[in-house]
């Protein structure tokens, strides 16, 4: 049972915020191994079922998809049986739904499978944030985040570097197969970890259904809210349609790249991994805090992908690389910063964030096709550039840090348990 009353979250340094930690980046590295794991994949898809490449691409989108419709109804779930048992029932769901994918027959079944299974990853992010938050002492909360942020990044990472070599080698289905094996072991390292649930209990509210309407409502209308989905919708949108075509334009001329070679530019993921929790510590101790990190995060991504315009692999990698590091710094702020905006509904907030996340995902993934299939890369880089100014404007409608949450004291003056 939680035992909220008088629990202030598990302080820095502590055997629960390690497990809260440890526990979230296995669920996020088995989450997101199983999302993208067929962006790797998309060219031998696309040549498997004899379809564009942005009807390839729908394979993603319909995971994402799925991820959205389902963080709603799974973060009601979260407040009635808490956050843990939601959080596991949707991990074991989607290790098996992720090893029925490769058995898919035609695209249709592959797309229905993906929209399953997206919909079951989606108790994951709907409510990890909101675990988090409860779970870990406030002035840590933007360090923990961005190192939940951390483990997403590298589940990411796995699911396109294990994939992609393993199916142009044998065929995509065994790559796909190969990832799902590996979000079963990550998902029995998340059971085994993530401590019990203090900081949370049901109230009469949060049983009934006019309460999950207010709670929704009262964040679909905070302004601060909406300017950080719009930064999830942008951001996440731009992100994945780069990433979409980027093995495509490589198997083009001047490149020419076999796709397992294409696809270990994935490995630029890493930067993301090391970005997300230095945006988290650069947000406690800048001037400006979250807001300034958040607009500096969105301007590293477009410096990235203007360097990802030269006809020349060094550039593209060095491009990608930048272009990674700003978006999940960019994710790291935005996404641990809702729970703190939310007065009420911390799981809705969340789970509003990431429909707009994956909602932009879904569509503007999908949408960024057409750009590249009728301009090339210029004309993809510049709808995402679009995209990112735009995101960059409501962003700095925010306010500075320190003017709504407690700032955190000075390492040296922390005294850790």
């Known amino acids: 049972m939680a ?40 060219p ?8 564009s490449a942005a009807t390839a691409a729908l394979s993603v989108s319909a995971a994402t998809l799925g991820l959205a419709v389902a963080v709603i109804p799974w973060s009601a779930a979260a407040d009635r049986f808490g956050r843990l048992p939601v959080m596991r029932t949707a991990i074991i769901a989607a290790v098996v739904l992720g090893l029925l994918v490769p058995l898919a027959t035609d695209f249709s079944v592959l797309l229905l499978l993906r929209f399953i299974e997206g919909a079951a990853l989606g108790g994951i992010p709907a409510v990890a944030l909101a675990y988090l938050s409860e779970e870990v002492s406030p002035v840590h909360a933007a360090v923990a985040a961005g190192t939940y942020v951390s483990g997403t990044t590298i589940g990411g990472l796995a699911g396109r570097i294990v994939a992609a070599p393993v199916g142009e080698y044998s065929n995509w289905r065994i790559g796909v197969a190969a990832v799902s094996l590996l979000a079963a072991v990550a998902a029995v390292v998340f059971m085994l970890s993530a401590p019990r649930q203090r900081g949370w209990s049901p109230s009469p509210k949060q049983k009934d259904g006019p309460g999950l309407a207010a709670r929704l409502g009262a964040n679909l209308r905070s302004r601060r809210q909406l300017a950080l989905y719009a930064q999830a919708f942008l951001l996440m949108g731009g992100f994945v349609a780069v990433y979409n075509y980027l093995g495509f334009r490589l198997g083009l001329p001047p490149f020419n790249l076999p796709q397992a070679l294409a696809s270990s530019l994935f490995l630029a993921y890493l930067a993301g991994t090391w970005s997300s929790r230095a945006a988290g510590k650069a947000a406690g101790v800048l001037p400006g805090g979250r807001r300034n990190v958040l607009l500096a995060s969105t301007a590293v991504m477009a410096a990235g992908l203007a360097v990802t315009l030269f ?14 590091a700003g978006f999940f710094g960019a994710h790291a702020i935005a996404s641990g910063w809702v729970p703190v905006f939310a007065s009420e509904g911390k799981a809705q907030a969340s789970s509003l964030y990431n429909l707009a996340y994956y909602g932009g995902s879904s569509l503007i993934g999908w949408a960024g096709g057409l750009f590249f299939q009728s301009a090339g890369w210029p004309a993809l880089a510049g709808f995402v550039g679009v995209l990112m100014l735009l995101a960059a404007v ?24």
């Open 394 to 417: 409501l962003a700095a409608t925010l306010p500075g840090q320190w003017e709504h949450e407690p700032r955190p004291k000075p390492a040296g003056r922390r005294l850790e348990t």
């Open 44 to 51: 031998e898809l696309s040549g498997d079922f004899g379809v």
């Open 311 to 324: 006809e020349s692999l060094a550039a593209v990698i060095t491009g990608l690389i930048i272009f990674t």
């Open 3 to 42: 035992d909220p009353a008088g629990f202030t979250g598990h302080p820095r340094g502590s055997a629960g915020y390690r497990g809260v930690l440890v526990g979230l980046a296995a669920a996020g590295l088995a989450t997101f191994a199983q999302l993208y794991s067929l962006q790797g994949l998309l």
